[in-house]
């Protein structure tokens, strides 16, 4: 089985402050894992999405995430926020199963964003 | 939101109709999916499917029907057997699926509100 886990339903930071939305996954196998960010009322935007390799990504809009294998985390972080981030955001994975499929993305239960002006 | 448009934006069903949410794409993807997403409870995958006339049940499928006669749609049809059907509900496509590091691609949303 796969899940992921958004432990926060609202994180709330300053303009200008860096901002840090965390992001825990439990899965069997190597986890392929992704960022999405949902204004009201409209689709999921991807952002960014850890494959292999640099456990440091970078994503659009100047947010980043660390892949942290030992913590099972992928923290999405930004260094200053912009209250234009301010919206709903999404953790994801995906893991390839042993017989060379997939299995289907798996969402956290999102976390609202709330930058202060 | 891509090359993904979804049909209408808000859909009215009253007890025991069956409404139908349209999905397209020009991306030329392969792979499309159907989520409900509920408040607090992220997004819950519904049908998918990977190639034309072909399409496997998500996780919560009862209530809904989905067809695939073509590449670029993939109507999905809330039925009367849906007796909670109020929510937003959101198409995704794929190059292919379900490859892992594919990314999925989302339309606007359509969201339906029972009378």
């Known amino acids: 089985a796969q899940s992921v886990a958004q432990p926060e339903d609202q994180v709330n930071v300053a303009e200008g402050n860096p901002l840090t939305v965390k992001c825990t996954y439990s899965v069997s196998g190597n986890p392929y894992l992704f960022w999405y960010v949902q204004y009201p009322n409209r689709g999921l935007q991807f952002l960014l999405k850890?494959?292999?390799?640099?456990?440091l990504v970078k994503g659009s809009y100047g947010f980043e995430a660390e892949f942290n294998k030992s913590q099972t985390s992928f923290h999405l972080k930004k260094p200053s926020a912009l209250v234009s981030d301010s919206a709903l955001y999404f953790c994801?994975?995906?893991?390839?199963?042993?017989?060379?499929?997939?299995?289907?993305?798996?969402f956290g239960s999102g976390t609202q964003l709330t930058v202060l002006p | 939101d891509g090359g993904i448009t979804q049909s209408p934006k808000y859909l009215f069903r009253k007890e025991g109709q069956n409404v139908t949410l349209s999905c397209e794409q020009n991306l030329n993807h392969d792979a499309m999916y159907w989520y409900r997403q509920d408040p607090g409870q992220g997004l819950r995958l519904i049908y998918y499917?990977?190639?034309?006339?072909?399409?496997q049940k998500g996780d919560i499928a009862e209530g809904y029907s989905v067809s695939r006669e073509k590449k670029e749609s993939f109507p999905l049809t809330v039925t009367s057997a849906q007796k909670n059907p109020t929510a937003f509900y959101l198409c995704?496509?794929?190059?292919?699926?379900?490859?892992?590091?594919?990314?999925?691609?989302f339309g606007p949303g359509t969201r339906l509100l029972v009378l």
């Open positions: 499917s990977q190639i034309v006339n072909d399409f």
């Open positions: 850890y494959i292999t390799g640099d456990n």
């Open positions: 995704a496509s794929t190059t292919r699926g379900p490859s892992p590091q594919e990314t999925q691609y």
């Open positions: 994801a994975v995906r893991v390839m199963l042993l017989e060379g499929s997939a299995r289907q993305l798996t």
